[in-house]
């Protein structure tokens, strides 16, 4: 199966700071990535999928690239409420994996 | 508006089963492969398999061949894990979802939706 990585593990910064997270697959896994934010005794929500489409409802200050092996999930300008757990997901190769979080710290 | 409603919390000894409920609405139930997800206290997501509502196959990922069975009844479009042989390990949320990609007929979809998720531990 495909693993995903993802780097930094924590991540420190303020308010209007911001934050570039990163995943990278060990197998070309196209566009087929989606990331997620978690919170606390919540299920996760969906972010960017197919590597930079924004999904419903998501603020433009979320952006996500990259293709192939290796992806970025932008946040231009951290809110209070973004600071949470994120998660790349791959879907090109069954299974579906994730990565094992990046945890955005205030 | 889709909802997936998820059965109750439950504890288990160790060496029994548990079984999960997925209640779907909001969409058609045969067009969207069923995900499970799960997630131990303090750790990261973790894909356990999938089902096709409509013909009733599934796969799952290869740690839990074997050990968890994934049925649907078309008729309350309800999905239900299985997960047997339970150790301490197992202990953890399960979420079943609807995920982004595309429909079971293969046409892109960015249609995403989770349960609330079940919590599950397995305690002697």
């Known amino acids: 199966e495909i693993v995903m990585t993802q780097s930094p593990a924590t991540l420190s910064l303020s308010p209007g700071e911001r934050a570039t997270l990163s995943c990278r697959a060990s197998?070309?896994?196209?566009?087929?990535l989606a990331w997620y934010q978690q919170k606390p005794g919540q299920p996760p929500r969906l972010l960017i999928y197919y590597a930079s489409n924004r999904a419903t409802g998501i603020p433009a200050r979320f952006s996500g690239s990259g293709s192939g092996t290796d992806f970025t999930l932008t946040i231009s300008s951290l809110e209070p409420e973004d600071f949470a757990v994120y998660y790349c997901q791959q879907r090109r190769i069954r299974p579906d994996t994730f990565g094992q979080g990046t945890k955005l710290d205030i | 508006q889709v909802q997936l409603v998820q059965s109750g919390a439950e504890v288990k000894e160790p060496g029994a089963s548990v079984k999960v409920s997925c209640e779907t609405s909001?969409?058609?139930?045969?067009?969207?492969?069923i995900h499970w997800v799960r997630q131990a206290p303090g750790q990261g997501l973790e894909y356990m398999g999938r089902i096709n509502p409509d013909s009733g196959g599934a796969d799952f990922a290869q740690k839990f061949q074997g050990r968890v069975t994934l049925t649907r009844d078309t008729s309350i479009s309800t999905v239900y894990m299985q997960l047997s042989r339970l150790t301490s390990d197992d202990t953890a949320v399960y979420y079943c979802a609807r995920l982004w990609g595309w429909t079971i007929s293969g046409v892109s979809s960015p249609a995403e939706n989770w349960g609330r998720g079940t919590p599950v531990t397995v305690s002697s």
């Open positions: 909001g969409y058609t139930f045969t067009d969207y492969y």
């Open positions: 197998q070309n896994i196209a566009t087929t």
